[in-house]
Every structure is written in C-alpha cells, then in structure tokens.
C-alpha cells in the first residue's frame, strides 16, 4: 500500500509495525488519518480474515476510536481495548498518507521510531513482551508477530523458533477462532524456515496454506514452496510452482527471476 501512494499518487507515505494507541492519537491530534491492518470476522465470511480500516478520530471519555470502516460502515465507534485486540494480529501496523509538504510533522510526530530499525527493534521488544502476558489466540498472534519482526532483523533461527511456538499454539485455538488465513498475508515463516534450512518445513507450510485457499490466488507460497523444491533439488516441482505462480500473477518478477535462473522461459 505504501509503494501504490508513492508510485501512484502525488502523496507520500510511513508504514510503522508495533503501534500503540498514543502514536494514532498523536497523528489524528495533528489532522493525520491512519490507516490500521486489522483482524476481522463478520456475516457472510468463512472465519477470520485480514482487513484495514481509516482511523479518523478518538474520544478518551468514552475511551473509543471512530474508524471508517469499507464493510462496517462510516463513523463507527471501537473500544480502546477491541481495537488493540484485533490490531495486535497484524503486528500493531499502521500507514499515515501525508504530502511532501508536511514530511517534518510526519517525522517529528514519530520521533526516533522514523528510523526503520528503532522501530522494528521497539515492535520485537513489543511482541516479546505479549509472548509472556497473553493467552489463547491472542499468544498466537504475539509469537507470530515476534518472529516477524525478528525476520525483519534477519535473525532467521530466533524468528523459526517464534513461528514454531505460534503454530503451536495455533493447534490449541477452538477451530472456529483460529486465524487459517493468516499465510495469505504475511510471507514471514517462509523466510524464517527457508533461511534455516528447514525446505520440508515451507513445503509443508506453503502447501497447506494453498490447501485452504479456494482459488490459486496465492503467488508468494508458490514461489516459497518452489525455492524450496529447488533446495531439495526437486526441479520438476519447483518449475510447476513457479508456473502456476504466474498464473496466479503474471507478471510476479520473483517467480520470473527463479525461471530464468533455471534457465527456462517464463
């Protein structure tokens, strides 16, 4: 969403990860709105699904956030606490669209998290310390969120450990809360298993993720499962992954790349 605003629009744009509800206040104070990824379940969906909403104002006497939201409707009022609940799933990620004109507000207002490293180095300490505070689906989405951060830091064994623990847990979330879409959105165990060595592991991910889609609309688990394929020297399966990755999406330049390095045409 950040590259469309800055390639497709005369705005720019900050995505942070790790929010907290002052930075939300303090850019709406300031004539901000935010955007928020968000968890979401709702009528006519099959279980839990990601979604974003417009926070647009906040009212600390009735401790709610007022979002626009593109299925619930305009001006909706979200308590404080439902609000972080299904932010948490998507690692407290926020955007803030602004013209080049007000760049310093922009910085000012964030302070030393403008800097990308500050920031995922105070989302991972974040993350971590929910690790130990929560419980049931909500443990599940703060050891996921600590192994995407840590992915984001590069330490790829630490991260494998965070992502393990999460899909643990995720076996102990009653089947109809249990977030089975959350690999459409995020590629971070990908990451994590491959840069450990762990092929199998994001064969087996990659594959039960596509299992549950009901339409071959996943590009980045095909091209996981065909790296994956490709390290284990499994040619064959990889080049069909990578196939129908660009069916999926055409013009996917990972998958492109991985054909050509192959040496085939895509």
């Not at 310093?104 to 974040?126: P, R, Y």
């Not at 790829?156 to 450990?161: E, H, N, R, V, W």
């Not at 330049?253 to 192959?262: D, H, K, N, R, S």
């Amino acid at each position: 969403m950040e590259t469309f605003v800055e390639e497709l629009t005369d705005l720019q744009a900050v995505v942070r990860v790790g929010g907290e509800p002052d930075n939300i206040k303090a850019f709406l104070s300031a004539g901000f709105p935010v955007i928020t990824e968000k968890g979401f379940e709702g009528v006519g969906f099959t279980g839990w699904m990601g979604h974003y909403q417009v926070v647009s104002g906040y009212d600390d006497a009735s401790q709610s956030f007022i979002v626009q939201d593109s299925y619930k409707g305009p001006d909706i009022s979200i308590p404080y606490d439902a609000f972080l609940k299904d932010w948490r799933a998507f690692n407290n990620t926020y955007l803030v669209v602004y013209p080049e004109e007000r760049r310093e507000q922009v910085l000012e207002i964030l302070g030393l998290q403008a800097f990308d490293n500050v920031n995922v180095s105070f989302a991972t300490a974040k993350s971590q310390e929910e690790t130990r505070m929560l419980s049931e689906r909500d443990l599940f989405f703060a050891f996921f969120n600590y192994g995407t951060n840590l992915v984001a830091q590069n330490d790829y064994s630490t991260a494998a450990q965070a992502f393990d623990t999460a899909f643990a847990n995720y076996a102990q979330i009653p089947e109809a809360q249990r977030p089975w879409r959350m690999m459409w959105y995020t590629t971070g165990p990908y990451w994590a298993y491959y840069y450990t060595g762990r092929y199998q592991d994001v064969i087996n991910l990659a594959s039960s993720t596509l299992d549950a889609a009901s339409e071959d609309v996943l590009e980045e688990s095909y091209y996981w499962r065909a790296r994956a394929n490709l390290a284990l020297g499994d040619n064959e399966a990889a080049e069909e992954d990578l196939r129908q990755c660009l069916k999926a999406h055409e013009d996917f330049q990972p998958c492109i790349e991985e054909l050509l390095g192959m040496g085939l045409e895509p």
